[in-house]
């Protein structure tokens, strides 16, 4: 098996990740690099381009030139082909991308083959397939005017990409930043650069115009981060990441008051009634607690439960996190792969020994498995005993590692799942059809799902309230960010 597996992985040994600067790959101008490390064998993969400002310079001139060249002459058609092309050949090349989607985060191969990649594909087709929908508003004002808008891009847009789901967040932005007519510099996460780099040379593939899509590598501060959200020629910025980052980009964008689309940290709610399908909750509550090791804003990471199955849930729960595997992301067994980093992971471990110093108990896991000693592993973590006041209960861990709480009433448990500055998703779990529309309308967050999770129509707004984020996407959202509405008032 052990063999079997590394055969996959060994397809790539290396890869060295540069630049894609108007339709070129180049090395940073000071021939700057930094290592890209495999999460689960903390082996090498090969270096990345550092940028810095004078790469985003480039990038950002060659967006500009790229508003101005043939992809603004395009028709709408011409365009909508080339976005689709772009989901094609992704789809084409899904194995290969999925194998470097794992090398680089962690997360098992066959997450990445089945969720990362197809719905990367799909960001582009379903976006292309949107903007033939679209029209804008008009309005007659009696017999003395009619007022129509029309929609136009942005401009140059910088996006900037957390490494959780890198291709995914990625096409994401990208898929209606283009559908839209824009420009774009994109700065992925220098934790997980290689499908990005990649899509350069499947952007250009597909027919995207050179300087249209433009990728960056490097930091966050005093690095290709910053100098992106500083640019006084960069018109929007589309932002995924930490809530503590959002607010230092919001400074730096202030400067030159670009357009700002954030999605940010969350620590979601998972109510749990005691009328529920309990089965049903515990198959569905361990993929929102562990999938990709947990490493998803969208994990439900404060269980609450209703204290007539309080007990049963936490026993039951426990022993089918016992099941889950952990192990290498090419295993075909493995459920949790690798946490992606050294200092991730000591990050997350440090909120398992905060939790038993906050009184909990570490049911299960808490961890590195045995056998496991290279690679940065962790046990799904329950930890049990832990009131609202908690630290490990307040912050967000992005990792295996949730908290079971119980509750006794609806007002309760809506209180205590609103005590949080975040407010991005939340799960409720009950059969009673007026309490489910109740409590969801209560709860403050972007996404409410009922008796389910992670279950996306991308024509649905996105994004969460409070310290969560600003604005929405996914269909008319996403375009509402990527255009600019002029309205045309004529006195009739
Ligand atoms: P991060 O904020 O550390 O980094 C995200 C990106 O921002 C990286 O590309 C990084 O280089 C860049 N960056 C960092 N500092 C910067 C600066 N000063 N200026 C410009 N760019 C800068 O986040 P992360 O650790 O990569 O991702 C995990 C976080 O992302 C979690 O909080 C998670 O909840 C959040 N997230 C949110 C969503 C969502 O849809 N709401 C989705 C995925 C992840």
Redesign the pocket.
Known sequence: MEAEHMKAADLIKTMDCRHFIDGKYVASGNQKTFVNVNPATEEILGTVAEGGKEEIDLAVAAARKALRGPWKKMTQHERISIIRRIGDIILERKDELARLESLDTGKPYWLSGTVDIPRSAYNFHFFADYLRSIGTEAYQHDDVAINYAVRRPVGVVGL??????PLL?LTWKLAPCLAAGNTAVI????LTPMTATLLGEICKEAGVPDGVVNIVHG???DSA??A??EHPDVDAIS???????GK??MK?AAQSLKRLSY????KNPNIIFADSDLDEVLETTLKSSFINQGE??LCGSRIYVQRPVYEAFVEKFTAKAKELTVGHPFDPNTKVGALISEEHYSRVSSYIQLAKAEGGTVVTGGKRPEGLEKGFYLEPTIITGLDRSCRVVRE?I?GPVVTVLPFDTEEEVVEQANDTHYG?SATVWTNDLRRAHRVAGQIEAGIVWVNTWFLRDLRTPFG?MKQ??IGREGGMHSFEFYSELTNICIKL
Request: hydrophobic share 40%; charged share 10%; aromatic share 10%.
């Open positions: 900037i990409n957390p490494w959780n789901l967040l700065k992925p996460a220098e930091f966050g501060p981060g910053s992106l959200t932002f995924t990441g930490e809530t503590t980052t230092i980009i730096a999605e940010l940290g969350g998803v804003c967000e992005f991005l969460g969560s984020g």
